[in-house]
Structure formats: C-alpha cells, structure tokens
C-alpha cells in the first residue's frame, strides 16, 4: 500500500530566481579584468559581472562614481538581463570611450536599459538599442549627455533631460524624447517606426566643434513634434512609404532650410511659429498633403523666385487655415527673376491644390524692386487655387489664366488678386483696412488685430466661415464673421487661449 502511494507521487522543482545584484564600481581606470570585488571593481569588470548574473534574473544595477573613466580596451560585456547603470549626474561622471566604432552600453534583445546621470563619449553608439537586430531593447536614458557617437533606438525607448549632441537614430519602435536637447535625427525603418519630441530644443549649433549642418530627417515613419523649438537646421521628409508628420506648437527658428517634402507625406501643422528663417519655413512638394492651422509666418526669406515663407510644387495639396503671414520677402537678387508670393508662392505646379481660408497676408515695410507677387502669386496655371475670408494686404501676382474661387475677401490696397467684386471688398486703403501691429492678441501665436472699425469685419462669406479663429475664439462674434485670421468682433482678446474650446 505504501508502495503504491510512493509511486503516485507528483514531485515539483520550483526554481528559485536570483536576486538582482548590485555592483559598486570603485576605480575609474580601465585595468585588465580579474573580477569585481567591493573594494575594487572597475566599470568594465562590473559589466562583466552582471553578464555572469542569472541572465533570467531581475534588474541588475552598477553603480558609477563621480569622475572620469577611460575605456581603453574595446567594447564592454553584452548583458543579458536588463541592467540600470547610474551616474552621479551628467555633469559629475563622464564616461570616454578611446577606440573606434566601439559601443559602451548594451544588453540583449528585449532586455530593459537604463542609463542614467552621466556624460558619454564613443566613436559609434554609446547607448546601442539596436545591434541585436531590429527587435530592439526597451531603453530609458535620463540625465546623459551625448559628446560623441550616436544613440540608437529601435524598441520602446525613453529619453528625457538629456543632451544629444550628435545624432538620434529612430530605427523602429516607438521613441519618446522630452524636456531635452538634440543636435539632429533621422527617423527611418517602418511605418509604425514613431518619434516624439516634447518640450525639445533641436539646435543645429549645440555641438560648437561640429561645423557640419545639422540635417532633420524623416526618411518613412512618423515624427510628432510638440512644444518645441527647431533652430540652425532645415529639415527634410523623404517618406519611403507610408510617413506622416505632426506640428504641435513649435517654434521654427533662425533655420539655414525650410521643413521639406520630396514624396506623398502627410503634414499637419497646429498653432506653430515661423520666424526668421534665411530659406523659407517650409517648402511643398512630391505629391505631399499638408494641412496647416492656427500659424504664423514672420519674416522668412529667400533667395528664389516664389515663396518668401512658403513655396508649392508639383502635385500637392497644401491648405492654410486661421494663420497669419507677416514681412516675409526676398533677397534683393530675386526680383529680377519676376518674385512672386512672399507670403505664398507656387511654380512647377501640375495638379495642385492651394487652399486658403481665414488667412491674413501682410507685406513688409520695404519689398525688393520688382516682385510681381509681394502677399500671393506664383509661375504656371496647373493649379487650383481657392481663396476665401482672407485678408490681403500687398499684391498678387499670377500668370495668364489662374483664376482663383473666391469669396469673403478684403484686398489692400489695389485689384491684384483677380477677386470677384461682388464676392468680395477689393482697393480697401490701408486706413480703412485698419490692422493693429503684429502682437501677441491671445492664442499661442502672433496675429494682426484688427480696430473697431476695420473694413474686414463681419466681411467673411459665411459658407466659408470656419468655426474658431487663430486663437480658437468662437466665429461669429457679431452678425457675421470677420474676414482674416482674427475673429475681432464681439470677443474679448483676454480670454482668447491656446486651446481647442
């Protein structure tokens, strides 16, 4: 009897997990490795030791002191478990790597890093989330400083407070970068592949020993950008594949090119900045679709015959909606060539959209001798141009033959535009037309108020008329809405905000 019941016995091993392990590193040279004991560990040995840790294990953590550690040998372990390495801060421990195309840190696929408070310097990718192959490793960065090298992503992947001096590749996955600092980027791999930038400064000039220019790509994917400034870049989206792009209040400044479409990406841009930029702020081409809303453009140039702020080509659709263009122009070579549309211009157009409503278009004080176009214009016919509640102040210059749809308009201070006289107000003086200075009127971008007794309020075509202004202030607010991008009639300017009512 008690045989048999021996034999009926079900025995269960249950393993038993290893504790995470910490490991203190103690020295910072970079000595030939004989194990990582309390008193003396170097990083190097420290990294070897978490490898030989239960590579099923919990998160392993090395610890780096204050201070300056060469790694003269080459590339450190890889680990197989996830690992947390930690810094005293990026301003105290700095971490250099002194031979070529090595990487510093790096764990297997799917295995979680984190670096963390520390400074890093390398020939190839100081943090790699990516040389296991495309399956990435969820990665977090914090508190780092990039010198040198790049940083790969490639799975779910974190930065914040941290410095990029040199280049993020977005290789796949999902990337979300807040309240930091990047040189330049490049996003490419799939059409799921999506980096996020927040409260982001993208400064082509952080990195004072690198002469290069900084160059912003978007080669297939997605890329949101939101609460950020661009500046001393230009940017260029390629999109092999499906690949859109997102503005959310971002502040293009001072860039040396405009944000560029080549093939058919998708741009949305929302209550953003243009301003000071030497090469446009944005050039639409390659069959792209672009939709930008609650935006200003303010003194951009360029040396080229169409589009101080913005030029279309080709096959594309750009729609402009609630948005105000200020003083932007040429260079003084350009006229000759017959400029045409410092705010908007088109050329090469074969099937192009050009939608604009509830925009306003200022002139600059002073515009170059001979352009033919100082708000709107452009060179050929292949387009479809609709022009609606806008304001106009400056002139249009369009080939034979472009007729624009047209309706709710205020033109000053000629008959330029070809506008409809009996859909819209046409040789309104500048003093009847009344725009107060460009400034800050509400909202999260700059705008043209107009005074009480403007001619382009309750001047809109009410089919048209959309249903918030610039600021996101209701429409109407009097009997009609007001033509331009400022709805002035009947709403206070000190509860006009940034936000979607």
Same mark, same amino acid.
């Given at each position: 009897?008690?045989?048999?019941? %021996?034999?009926?016995?079900?025995?269960?091993?249950?393993?038993?997990?290893?504790?995470?392990?910490?490991?203190?590193?103690?020295?910072? $040279?970079?000595?030939?490795?004989?194990?990582?004991? @309390?008193?003396?560990?170097?990083?190097?040995?420290?990294?070897?030791?978490?490898?030989?840790?239960?590579?099923?294990?919990?998160?392993?953590?090395?610890?780096?002191?204050?201070?300056?550690?060469?790694?003269?040998?080459?590339?450190?372990?890889?680990?197989?478990?996830?690992?947390?390495v930690q810094g005293a801060g990026?301003?105290?421990?700095?971490?250099?790597?002194?031979?070529?195309?090595?990487?510093?840190?790096?764990?297997?696929?799917?295995?979680?890093?984190?670096?963390?408070?520390?400074?890093?310097?390398?020939?190839?990718?100081?943090? $790699?989330?990516?040389?296991?192959?495309?399956?990435?490793?969820?990665?977090?960065?914090?508190?780092?400083?990039?010198?040198?090298?790049?940083?790969?992503?490639?799975?779910?992947?974190?930065?914040?407070?941290?410095?990029?001096?040199?280049?993020?590749?977005?290789?796949?996955? =999902?990337?979300?970068?807040?309240?930091?600092?990047?040189?330049?980027?490049?996003? =490419?791999?799939?059409?799921?592949?999506?980096?996020?930038?927040?409260?982001?400064?993208?400064?082509?000039?952080?990195?004072?020993?690198?002469?290069?220019?900084?160059?912003?790509?978007?080669?297939?994917?997605?890329?949101?950008?939101?609460?950020? !400034?661009?500046?001393?870049?230009?940017?260029?989206?390629?999109?092999?594949?499906?690949?859109?792009l997102t503005l959310r209040r971002?502040?293009?400044?001072?860039?040396?090119?405009?944000?560029?479409?080549?093939?058919?990406?998708?741009?949305?841009?929302?209550?953003?900045?243009?301003?000071?930029?030497?090469?446009?702020?944005?050039? %639409?081409?390659?069959?792209?679709?672009?939709?930008?809303?609650?935006?200003?453009?303010?003194?951009?140039?360029?040396?080229?015959?169409?589009?101080?702020?913005?030029?279309?080509?080709?096959?594309?659709?750009?729609?402009?909606?609630?948005?105000?263009?200020?003083?932007?122009?040429?260079?003084?070579?350009?006229?000759?060539?017959?400029?045409?549309?410092?705010?908007?211009?088109?050329?090469?157009?074969?099937?192009?959209?050009?939608?604009?409503?509830?925009?306003?278009?200022?002139?600059? %004080?002073?515009?170059?001798?001979?352009?033919?176009?100082?708000?709107?214009?452009?060179?050929?016919?292949?387009?479809?141009?609709?022009?609606?509640?806008?304001?106009?102040?400056?002139?249009?210059?369009?080939?034979?033959?472009?007729?624009?749809?047209?309706?709710?308009?205020?033109?000053?201070?000629?008959?330029?535009?070809?506008?409809?006289?009996?859909?819209?107000?046409?040789?309104?003086?500048?003093?009847?037309?009344?725009?107060?200075?460009?400034?800050?009127?509400?909202?999260?971008? @700059?705008?043209?108020?107009?005074?009480?007794?403007?001619?382009?309020?309750?001047?809109?075509?009410?089919?048209?008329?959309?249903? !918030?202004?610039?600021?996101?202030?209701?429409?109407?607010?009097?009997?009609?809405?007001?033509?331009?991008?400022?709805?002035?009639?009947?709403?206070?300017?000190?509860?006009?905000?940034?936000?979607?009512?």
């Amino acid at each position: 009897m008690l045989r048999h019941f %021996a034999a009926g016995l079900l025995i269960v091993v249950l393993a038993v997990e290893a504790p995470a392990a910490t490991f203190q590193v103690t020295r910072t $040279d970079d000595p030939s490795p004989n194990g990582c004991a @309390p008193a003396d560990c170097s990083l190097r040995e420290a990294m070897a030791a978490a490898a030989a840790n239960d590579p099923l294990g919990p998160t392993d953590v090395i610890l780096v002191p204050a201070g300056t550690i060469s790694l003269t040998r080459g590339e450190l372990t890889l680990v197989s478990q996830p690992l947390r390495v930690q810094g005293a801060g990026s301003s105290l421990t700095r971490i250099v790597q002194t031979e070529e195309f090595t990487n510093v840190f790096w764990t297997a696929a799917g295995a979680d890093l984190a670096v963390v408070g520390m400074s890093l310097k390398s020939f190839r990718a100081p943090v $790699d989330g990516c040389h296991s192959g495309f399956q990435g490793v969820p990665l977090l960065v914090d508190d780092v400083i990039f010198e040198g090298g790049t940083l790969q992503v490639c799975g779910v992947s974190t930065v914040r407070r941290s410095e990029i001096r040199t280049t993020l590749y977005a290789n796949y996955g =999902q990337t979300v970068v807040e309240d930091s600092a990047i040189r330049d980027f490049t996003v =490419q791999g799939s059409g799921d592949t999506q980096l996020t930038l927040r409260r982001v400064l993208v400064d082509g000039e952080i990195d004072p020993a690198n002469p290069f220019e900084a160059e912003l790509s978007l080669i297939r994917g997605q890329l949101v950008i939101e609460d950020s !400034t661009i500046t001393h870049s230009h940017m260029t989206m390629v999109g092999i594949g499906p690949s859109t792009l997102t503005l959310r209040r971002v502040h293009y400044l001072d860039n040396t090119g405009p944000l560029r479409t080549e093939t058919d990406v998708l741009v949305t841009i929302d209550d953003s900045l243009f301003e000071d930029n030497t090469a446009r702020a944005l050039y %639409a081409a390659g069959g792209a679709d672009w939709t930008v809303s609650g935006s200003s453009f303010v003194n951009n140039r360029v040396d080229g015959n169409a589009g101080g702020a913005i030029v279309l080509e080709d096959d594309t659709t750009l729609r402009i909606r609630n948005s105000t263009f200020s003083g932007n122009t040429f260079s003084v070579d350009a006229a000759a060539d017959g400029a045409r549309g410092a705010a908007v211009g088109f050329r090469n157009t074969s099937g192009a959209q050009l939608v604009l409503s509830h925009v306003t278009m200022v002139r600059p %004080a002073v515009m170059p001798v001979g352009v033919v176009g100082t708000a709107l214009g452009g060179h050929g016919n292949g387009i479809a141009l609709s022009l609606s509640n806008s304001i106009v102040q400056g002139s249009c210059g369009f080939d034979a033959g472009v007729v624009p749809n047209n309706a709710g308009n205020v033109e000053s201070s000629g008959d330029t535009c070809r506008l409809d006289p009996d859909a819209n107000r046409i040789n309104v003086s500048v003093a009847n037309l009344a725009l107060r200075a460009l400034a800050n009127n509400g909202g999260q971008t @700059p705008t043209h108020f107009p005074a009480p007794a403007s001619h382009a309020i309750d001047r809109a075509s009410t089919p048209q008329c959309l249903s !918030t202004d610039q600021r996101h202030v209701l429409r109407p607010g009097g009997l009609r809405c007001d033509a331009g991008a400022v709805e002035a009639d009947g709403n206070d300017r000190l509860f006009a905000s940034g936000f979607d009512p």
